[in-house]
């Protein structure tokens, strides 16, 4: 079983910076696809980030230019750094990787909360 444990949430102001941390139980040699994802109480869960094991990235418009979804494989830790936030970046950020570790895996993080203040 893969185990993912996010770090780095917190308040912050409007226009201002924080990187979240998924650090995983799995060797990233193994993972397909890495991603963060949001999620605002009440409403659905939506793709904030991913990138491939070959490197390719794809963003939500929302934050394009102001996020950077980016791996230290050697850690097996994903980041997600933040700039420019805004209040409506205010949701719980989940990490997400799907591989295959003896059999295919679709893993979640427990969730970080991000609040940026106006």
């Known amino acids: 079983q893969v185990h993912l444990v996010e770090s780095g949430g917190g308040l912050v102001e409007a226009g201002g910076s924080l990187r979240l941390s998924c650090a995983a139980s799995?060797?990233?040699?193994?993972?397909?696809?890495m991603g963060w994802y949001r999620q605002v109480s009440g409403k659905q869960r939506e793709l904030v980030a991913t990138m491939t094991n070959g490197g390719s990235t794809n963003y939500a418009d929302s934050v394009k230019g102001r996020f950077t979804i980016s791996s230290d494989n050697a850690k097996n830790t994903v980041f997600l750094q933040m700039n420019s936030l805004k209040p409506e970046d205010t949701a719980a950020y989940y990490c997400?990787?799907?591989?295959?570790?003896?059999?295919?895996?679709?893993?979640w993080g427990q969730g970080t909360q991000v609040t940026v203040s106006s």
């Open positions: 997400n990787l799907q591989g295959t570790l003896n059999k295919k895996f679709d893993a």
């Open positions: 799995v060797a990233f040699f193994r993972v397909n696809v």
